[in-house]
């Protein structure tokens, strides 16, 4: 035992001894190449036609922490490309940035404020119950294993792995970068401090890696250098000059609460996700019926009161029956700039009011709020509905997150509303529960506006009936035919009714939860390219 625990020291101090002349090697070579400024590469003297020039640039490394292997990888590509152009006598520059800008850093700082706020300073981390698990595990393994010391820095690891959400604190995270004094982490709740410490840290790494940079020519970007960003302003105005490229609106991921757009790398949850589209039906209220307490806001400029109903089939709406809404899900009523006053849920009025549907954007005032219950009943003029009159009626599956929680009901196409509207039909005791009257329902009966083989011209219903989905509650089953008549629907049924009557439904067709890393709900607004 003795002999193979000499045996091996001997090995790793010959090891040791290799590799310790090789780093002074490497550092001697390091020192000179700095010293004889051998990577600073000058503008060519052009009047010579020497135009032997090699170039070769990495995308700016982004500054929320130190660089990894991937990075090292990655820049290896660079290294050897630029190492080997230089060997054939060519005059090569390698440039190095350090990309600062977006909400990551910004929001990284908050939330290490926050962590003093909630766990003071230095912060104390609670353990949670699966994390003592862990822990008890970790010293089990402990008993065993002569490499006590190891696991110790494995036990402490893992007791403040994680937050209340699951999440790792954002201070381990410092930690893990290997900032291990408390102070030093605190100076990183400012974002500034980020720009000044990355940067200089990753430089010290890179030159320890030999990288063959010219760091005179290294910048930071955002407007902290003003070089960069007048340098990139011009870049847009060339290209705006040039006809490549215009100034206009798109639908984006929307922080209200940062005020900017919330791209992917900003966002703490909801990565991926992109805007959905909804067309929105306006279901008008009878004038005579609507709400008291809106009518106060009624005037002879007010262009009508509306249900507003997200819906993904606008081809379908010939077979509007009624309108659904939650009985339990609070709804808002606020004035549009175009569209009369829109009544869905507050998430959605959110999202509209950043998409150019108030007069000042992003700003509107609730009118009204309502239960959906309280809506109950209300007749309304469904758009290009073959029933002159629909009413307001309860569905329980409705979403509070989904389009405007306001959904128009097409029981000829669509399972959930079939099986809600025989629910209601079957159900006097529902009917009393929500003060309706049979009139309200027991004349709506599906109309025929798709023809879809097998299923002939009430997908919704034949496919309910055979699947023997009794109510709204068969979820599971209601998910089954949806999926089933869905896309059937779309490849390959036929429109009925209307203006694209005897066309493919294909050929006949032409609001989201994100939340970005600032724990905003974001929205989708119009915003300024
Ligand atoms: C009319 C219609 C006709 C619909 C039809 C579907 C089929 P997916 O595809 O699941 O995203 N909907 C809208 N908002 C809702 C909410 N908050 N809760 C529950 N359902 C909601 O479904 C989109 C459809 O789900 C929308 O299109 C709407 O019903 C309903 F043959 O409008 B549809």
Known sequence: ??????????????????????????????????ASKVFEADVPDHSTNNYNTFFVTFPYPYMNGRLHLGHAFSLS????????????????????????????????????????????????????????????????????ESSAIDNKSKSKKSKAAANSDGKQYQWEIMRSLGIEDDNEIRRFTDPQYWISYFPLHIKRDLEMMG?????????????????????????????????????????????PKDNQPCMDHDR??????????????????????????????????????????????????????????????????????????????RRAAQNMVYQEFTHIYGQYTILAEFLGSELFGLPLYAPLSYYETVYVLPMMTIK??????????????????????????NKPNLREKYHIKESMVLPYDPVEIIELEPDGRLAAPTICNQMK???QNDRDKLLEAKEKIYTKSFYDGILLVGKYANTKVSDAKKTCKVISRSNDECVVALVDQ
Request: charged share 25%; glycine share 8%; proline share 4%.
């Open 400 to 425: 509070e997150d989904k389009g405007t929680g306001v959904v128009t009901s097409v029981p000829s196409d669509s399972p959930d509303d079939y099986a809600a509207l025989m629910d209601i039909k």
């Open 211 to 255: 990288l063959k940079v010219d760091w005179r020519r290294s910048f930071i970007t955002t407007d902290a250098n003003p070089f960069y960003d007048s340098f990139v302003r011009w870049q847009f105005h060339r290209l705006k000059e040039g006809g490549k490229i215009q100034f206009g609106k798109r639908y984006t991921i929307y922080s």
């Open 1 to 34: 035992m003795s002999h193979e625990t000499t045996g091996t020291t001997i090995i790793e101090e010959h090891l040791t001894v290799k590799l310790n002349i090789i780093r002074k090697i490497e550092k001697q070579m390091q020192e000179q190449w700095t």
């Open 268 to 345: 703490s949850s909801g990565e991926g996700v992109e805007p959905q589209g909804y067309t929105l039906i306006k279901l008008r209220i009878h004038d005579d019926h609507i709400p008291a307490i809106l009518k106060t806001h009624v005037t002879s400029s007010t262009n009508g009161v509306y249900l507003a109903a997200a819906t993904l089939r606008p081809e379908t709406m010939y077979g509007q029956t009624n309108c659904w809404l939650h009985p339990d899900i609070l709804y808002v009523a606020f004035e549009t700039r175009l569209h009369g006053i829109l009544i869905c849920t």
């Open 77 to 144: 590509k660079c290294e050897f490309a630029v190492g080997y152009q230089r060997l054939r006598g060519k005059h090569c520059l390698f440039p190095f940035g350090f990309h600062c800008t977006g909400m990551s850093i910004r929001a990284a700082a908050d939330k290490l404020k926050g962590e003093i706020e909630d766990l003071g300073f230095p912060p104390q981390f609670q353990m949670h119950a699966d994390e003592e698990v862990e822990e008890k595990k970790v010293v089990i393994l402990n008993e065993d």
């Open 469 to 471: 989905i009794h109510s």
